[in-house]
Structures are given as C-alpha cells and as structure tokens.
C-alpha cells in the first residue's frame, strides 16, 4: 500500500534541466524593445536627475509621482548636470539666478535723512517728516492725528475746544481757544513734541503762568494756568519733556491744564493732533 504522506516515486528518469540559450531562443524577438528602452520618458528623466542632484530634489519627485505635483521645481546654487544615456542626448542643467551687484566708491558718503524715519521709538519722525514737506496749516486732520504726545501723563478731558457756557461769567457763546485736562496742582506738564521755548512767563489775558513751544513751520503749543515753569525762552526741548507744574493761575476756577494748539497763529482743536 502507498502511504499518502510520504514521496512519490519518480516513474523514469528526470528530465535534463534547458539550458538558457534554448529558453531565448523559443521567445519572440521583439524589434522594439531595445528601442524602448533607449527611450527616457518624463518620469524617467526626472527620477534620473533627482539621483544626479541629492537627497533633498528627490522629496520632490516623490510628491510628482503621486500626483500632487505638476511641475517640479528643483533649486539648486550650482549647475548640476544629467549625464544622458548615450551620446547626442541633451543635458539638463539647472543654475541658480544671478544676483545684481551693487558697489559704490570707498570715499562715498552716504546720508540718511532722520526726517523721513518715523518709529515707536522716534515718535518726533512723523511730525518732523509732515512739516519738512508743508505748511502746518495744510495737513489734513487724518495725517495730523497723533503726531503730538500728551502734555498729561493722563489725559481727562473737561472742557472742550470751542464755543461754550463760560464757567466765570455764565455767559453764553464764549469761545474756548483749547482743550481742558482735568490735573491736580502741581502735576508735571510734558512738551508734545520737540521744539524752542518762545514765551514762558505771565499771560495777561487770562492764561495766568504760561510756556509756549514753537515745533517749527508754523506749529506751536501753548500750557496754560501753570503754578510754576522750568523752561525759559530759548531753550530746546524734547518731547515728554517736564516742563512745568499744573495749577489754577489766571482765569481759572479750579486746578486744571489748558491746552492749545495753533496752527500759523490761529488756535485749532487740539484733539485733531493728539
């Protein structure tokens, strides 16, 4: 009996192994397979000149081959050449971009011009650019707003620019040539902006102690109702500078800042530049 695990026997004898010329020879010669294979396609070339040119051009290619990317851009800051497979073929060479030259004299001079720099940490800029290029009195309220500091560390407004009930007499359609900031006495009035002291002393109609801050091309500032001043007539200023002490000189009825701000002589509202 045969026994169903074991191994067959063979009947005759094995057949002699075919040796590889034979198996050739009974394929079909195909004429164009050669061709074929001389013949590089798009993928072919792109995955041939990522292996020429590293590592980093073949994450492109990968991306290429599922579709994600049309067009391979491959950066490179040398020429890197594809060596083609045989002679005639063209090369490809991918070149970085030739970068413009700039060179000037060792004896030039070179000036930056401090005026048109405007900054957080230059907030004179600004103002300074506007009245390099025109008159005070032409700058638009949206260009002006903001190019002068604060003559208060704290600004409360009070009384505003303009007509108003005079807080004196009670009388009716006084106008009130600035702006009104509620201060105790003696707290540190600030210059808004750079500029030369052109007045500092007693103000006879009304404006009690006073300074007066000319920034140039027709802008200035006036503090008003000061107990005290520091500056004298003369002297430059920087913006936040102390200049004074608030108080309630003059025609005053309590302690508080009044601010102008005139514009080639004539006082306009001074929240149009804070």
């Not at 067009?71 to 050449?81: G, I, N």
Request: net charge positive; with cysteine; hydrophobic share 35%.
């Amino acid at each position: 009996m045969q026994n169903a695990r074991g191994r067959r026997r063979a009947s005759g004898p094995a057949p002699e192994p075919r040796l590889a010329e034979a198996i050739a020879a009974d394929r079909p010669r195909d004429a164009q397979r050669e061709a074929r294979r001389r013949r590089r396609g798009p993928f072919r070339q792109v995955t041939d000149f990522a292996s020429a040119s590293g590592v980093g051009q073949k994450a492109g290619v990968a991306l290429a081959a599922t579709g994600l990317l049309l067009t391979v851009t491959v950066p490179a800051t040398s020429p890197v050449l594809a060596a083609g497979e045989q002679q005639g073929e063209a090369s490809a060479s991918v070149a970085s971009p030739a970068q413009p030259k700039v060179s000037a004299e060792a004896a030039a001079e070179i000036d930056f011009s401090r005026t048109s720099v405007s900054t957080t940490g230059d907030p004179d800029g600004k103002l300074k650019q506007l009245l390099s290029a025109q008159s005070a009195g032409s700058i638009s309220r949206s260009a002006s707003v903001g190019t002068l500091g604060g003559p208060l560390t704290t600004l409360v407004k009070s009384s505003p620019f303009g007509y108003r009930v005079s807080p004196i007499t009670g009388g009716a359609g006084e106008f009130h040539r600035g702006q009104d900031f509620a201060a105790q006495c003696g707290t540190e009035v600030l210059a808004a902006a750079s500029g030369t002291v052109t007045f500092s002393g007693w103000h006879p109609y009304g404006g009690g102690n006073r300074v007066v801050i000319d920034h140039g091309n027709g802008l200035e500032t006036t503090y008003n109702h000061l107990s005290s001043s520091s500056v004298q007539v003369g002297q430059k200023v920087t913006r936040g500078e102390v200049i004074a002490l608030s108080g309630t000189t003059g025609a005053s009825t309590g302690c508080h800042l009044h601010f102008e701000v005139m514009v080639n002589g004539d006082v306009v509202d001074p929240t149009g530049w804070l």
